[in-house]
């Protein structure tokens, strides 16, 4: 009957558990680029810089504009006094006078369309739409630069969550093997072999680690909240990942790549160069702003004012020629090239830091990967450990306080091996997103 109902309370348990989503790696980076609010704000910026860039696109057209205006006064607007010499005033029928005054323009309607192309705008049009072009890229590529970030932030939250579970495992062992010294130890304090200390300290070792279980059920909990959150998964799910204490990842040379031919790669150093070829092309727009512009086109007049409508039709150009602009708009011109050289200043500057930044990730590979060989000695010698504290205290020749710390060192070792496995993982994709792969 007893287990019987140990059989049944595991399947109420785990039942929900294995009806969990479980979710690897890329499943949870390719969620986040689904769902990161980031990435939804960056792909609506692209969004927003191809709206500019078909609005720049428009000024090569010609702009059209049409007026119309009708009018109705109660007098009229042009007034003019009419004298008439006395011998016409004689030829007028009996009873008839001349007039004495004439008035126009009282009620009517007048209109206009005017069609205007820009011939020659000092080259405004074209850099401008060329500008608005590196926009969208610029914005593209933000978007990429964006999707590095969110990809390393999930997966910190992912790898922190398979710690929590490792560490939940580790620390599964310790207890069962403290439960079994607990039922040795009650045995021998019965058999008046061992003192009743021994047995307190087990049992108080007992009530440490499910304390620690508690803390790390908890913080697990919480991280799993952290990355549902962050890739937009609100029901519960599970991640599909273990990490095995008994081997060492390989290291792929083939990983490390030529620094300083892998910088035109990096989103970085793409996103300097649009920044320097914008500021290039600002540059030029000012020069542009400050020479003349010509137009060419049509205009179409109508009007009823005084008598039937008549319509107009004519073919017109102009020249501007900005002659008082130049005394502050040679200024303007000078800035914005101290602004384009700063650009260029600034894109060689971080292409250096760049490079240096490619070199400090590959050290951190290769030291983190070192690291994984010192913490996997470190479990062998506190397994060797554990087994001779084990035997020895049996034989009663070491304490019970030098076994708790053999179990103590055992489960500290492959704590510091699942961080370190952790810590080469993450300084594994911060290698490849800073050379570009």
Avoid at 224 to 234: A, H, N, T, V, W
Avoid at 368 to 395: G, V
Wanted: aromatic letters at 6%; proline letters at 2%; one cysteine or more.
């Amino acid at each position: 009957m007893k287990n019987i109902m140990i059989f049944l309370f595991g399947w109420v348990c785990c039942g929900p558990i294995a009806a969990q989503t479980s979710l690897t790696l890329d499943q949870c980076k390719q969620l986040a680029r689904e769902n990161n609010i980031a990435l939804l704000s960056a792909k609506n910026d692209i969004q927003q810089a191809e709206q500019q860039q078909k609005q720049a696109f428009t000024n090569y057209f010609p702009q059209v504009s049409a007026m119309g205006a009708g009018l109705t006064a109660n007098k009229h607007l042009v007034q003019m006094d009419m004298n008439f010499p006395t011998e016409m005033s004689a030829m007028l029928p009996a009873g008839a006078s001349m007039p004495t005054s004439m008035g126009m323009i009282k009620n009517g309607v007048v209109g206009n369309v005017m069609a205007m192309q820009p011939i020659f705008a000092g080259g405004q049009i074209v850099n401008g739409n060329r500008l608005a072009k590196v926009g969208v890229e610029a914005s593209r590529i933000q978007l990429e630069a964006s999707e590095d970030e969110v990809e390393l932030t999930a997966e910190q939250y992912f790898w922190q969550v398979v710690s929590l579970k490792e560490k939940l495992v580790t620390l599964g062992t310790i207890h069962k093997m403290l439960e079994q010294l607990e039922k040795d130890v009650t045995v021998s304090v019965n058999a008046g072999v061992t003192t009743r200390n021994d047995l307190l300290q087990v049992q108080l070792k007992v009530n440490e680690i499910e304390s620690q279980v508690l803390q790390v059920e908890n913080g697990l909990a919480i991280s799993k909240q952290l990355l549902g959150q962050y890739i937009g998964k609100s029901d519960e799910f599970d991640v599909a990942c273990t990490i095995d204490v008994n081997t060492i990842p390989l290291l792929d040379a083939r990983l490390k790549q030529d620094h300083q031919a892998s910088l035109a790669s990096t989103t970085q150093y793409r996103l300097l160069e649009k920044n320097v070829e914008a500021n290039r092309l600002q540059h030029k727009m000012k020069v542009g702003e400050r020479l003349p512009t010509v137009s060419g086109g049509a205009v179409y007049t109508y009007n009823n004012l005084v008598g039937e409508g008549r319509g107009v039709g004519m073919l017109i150009a102009t020249v501007s020629v900005p002659i008082s602009g130049w005394w502050g708009g040679s200024h303007a011109i000078k800035k914005q090239k101290l602004a384009y050289e700063q650009a260029r200043d600034q894109m060689v500057d971080v292409s250096q830091k760049l490079v240096i930044n490619m070199n400090n990730c590959w050290a951190n590979v290769e030291t983190s990967h070192k690291q994984l060989a010192t913490r996997r000695k470190s479990i062998m010698q506190s397994e060797e450990n554990l087994r001779l504290n084990n035997d020895y205290y049996r034989a009663g020749t070491t304490t019970m306080s030098d076994l708790l710390d053999a179990q103590n060192s055992y489960q500290q070792s492959r704590d510091k091996y699942v961080d370190a496995y952790i810590d080469y993982q993450q300084n594994l994709l911060k290698y490849c997103q800073a050379t570009g792969q």
